[in-house]
Every structure is written in C-alpha cells, then in structure tokens.
C-alpha cells in the first residue's frame, strides 16, 4: 500500500467517523467516498464507522469491481455516477442528517430563503424523485438533481453533497444540514420570505472569488 493511499484510507476513515460525531449520521447509515487511482475509495456496507479501520474501504476500480475484505456501500452506483457525471466532485458523502432527511420526506425542494442557498451552485436546492436505495433509478434520480449543484436532497431518503476533496465535502454537509435545520424552523412561523432571482444571482457572482485573495483598492 502506498503511502497516499495509505493517507487517503486513513482520512476517509476519519470522515466517516466526522459524520457520527457531528449528528449527521447515526449507526451505519450513510457512506463517503473519495476519488483515487481511476476510480474511488468507498466506505462498507453496514458497517459503523467506529468499528472500520482504514484497511476495511472499499477500492472501486474503473472497470467497477470492488476490491478489498468487505462489500463497498450499497449505495456505491451513486457515487460511480456522480464521479462520471461531475469533474469537479472530488469527495462525495450521503447521510441520514435529522433535518434534510425530515425535508426529503416531505419531497421538498428548499427555496431561497437565506443567501447561503448560493453556496451549492443555485438559486435553490433540489429535492430528487423517489427511488429504492442502491439502485441505479436512485444514482439517476441524484445526478439529475444535482444537476448545476453540490448538494441534493434524496427523497424519503436523505441528503448527498459533493466537494473538491473530503475535508470541503465534509464542510458542505454541515453547512447543507445547518441549512436545512435554518430552513425547517423558518416554516414554523409561516412561509419565508423569499430573496428575488436578482438577488440571488449577485450572492451567486459575489461566490465567484470567496475566500481567494484579492488586491484592495487604493
């Protein structure tokens, strides 16, 4: 085992582990996988992340066999496809966080009641169709909803967000659930106030260069 994959199991692993910790998993639901050596590391099947060892991921390669001592998530297609689809995916997670799975069961998409929203690519957030968990009509229903964003909600299911890399994606899914929590005690008190379509483009063009440096002006 090389020495990068060796670091990238470890840190997938931590990931994994990160998703427990921070509420956005509970047991052995949801999955995380990360880009490497043509296809992907993936987290096992049924499997809690405090009983993994780095050694336990699972290796997808490009011809899609799985390699290593345990079944890759049941959810591994999704990721598959998402890779394929989004250049730009780096990272992937998938979880079972109270309140986006409280708005997917609801099948709603989350409108633009806070700025923020932009973060993942849009004016909103999509929520997919519904499909069986490990089957390709899922994979499809997600790369569909994603489609122009880095996060999705699965209905009757869940949430999926993507990053450049674990750490990014791993951000995104706390900032998506911090959302979603934002968004579902806002609906307590009626409906939101929505922010127009030219509001949110120049929040969206505004993103363009957030956080890289830029020179001040005289």
Do not use: K
């Not at 934002?182 to 120049?202: C, F, I, K, N």
Request: glycine content about 8%.
């Amino acid at each position: 085992m090389s020495v990068s994959e060796a670091s990238l199991r470890a840190e997938l692993l931590a990931t994994s582990r990160a998703m427990g910790s921070t509420g956005l998993n509970v047991g052995t639901s949801g999955n995380a996988s990360v880009r490497w050596h043509g296809g992907f590391l993936v987290t096992p099947s049924g499997l809690a992340a405090d009983a993994c060892t780095s050694g336990d991921m699972a290796w997808i390669d490009a011809s899609d066999r799985a390699h290593g001592p345990l079944a890759p998530s049941s959810e591994w297609m999704l990721h598959r496809d998402i890779y394929a689809a989004r250049p730009d995916a780096g990272a992937i997670l998938h979880a079972h966080s109270p309140f986006a799975t409280a708005l997917a069961c609801q099948r709603i998409d989350i409108p633009p009641f806070h700025y923020m929203i932009a973060r993942f690519g849009g004016h909103d957030i999509r929520c997919s169709r519904y499909a069986t968990f490990g089957t390709q009509a899922l994979s499809d229903a997600a790369v569909a909803a994603l489609a122009g964003r880095s996060a999705c909600l699965l209905a009757n299911h869940g949430m999926l967000v993507f990053g450049r890399d674990l750490a990014h994606a791993l951000a995104q899914a706390v900032e998506f659930e911090t959302l979603c929590a934002q968004y579902w005690h806002t609906r307590q008190l009626g409906d939101p106030v929505l922010l127009s379509t030219a509001e949110m483009d120049q929040v969206i063009d505004r993103f363009r260069d957030y956080g890289r440096p830029r020179e001040l002006a005289d």
